[in-house]
């Protein structure tokens, strides 16, 4: 009987092959991505934030006044000024809003007419 030759196959990896990866652009800093906004919304980012910021407060305000009690409040601050206070704790879920709110509002055709005549007023 002759000899058998035996299957010579290439050793297979249990890894997959290495691959470089591709440069990926960094994350923009919050900074950047508001200065983005601006240029890109102008005045309404500015007017969602503050309108953003009054309902926060109202509702604080009125909160303070109904009977809630935050142990972080003074016991002699305001009413208002509690809910100023209150309305800055929360401050980064405002902004986040602002950042989402602000695109969706721009949709709106008045608006959106708005911000086509008017995107060469103001330059940042």
């Known amino acids: 009987m002759p000899p058998v030759e035996p299957d010579v196959k290439a050793p297979v990896s249990d890894t997959s092959p290495q691959t470089i ?19 890109d919304y102008g005045p309404l980012a500015v007017v969602v934030n503050f309108a953003i910021l009054g309902l926060v407060m109202a509702g604080f305000y009125v909160a303070f006044r109904f009977g809630f009690q935050a142990e972080s409040s003074g016991a002699k601050a305001g009413t208002l000024a509690a809910a100023y206070a209150a309305a800055q704790v929360v401050k980064p879920i405002r902004l986040a809003a602002v950042f989402v709110l602000t695109p969706l509002i721009a949709r709106i055709p008045p608006v959106a007419r708005f911000l086509a005549r008017n995107r060469h007023k103001w330059n940042f």
């Open 21 to 39: 990866p591709a440069a990926t652009p960094a994350k923009p800093s919050l900074m950047e991505r508001f200065k983005a906004l601006m240029v």
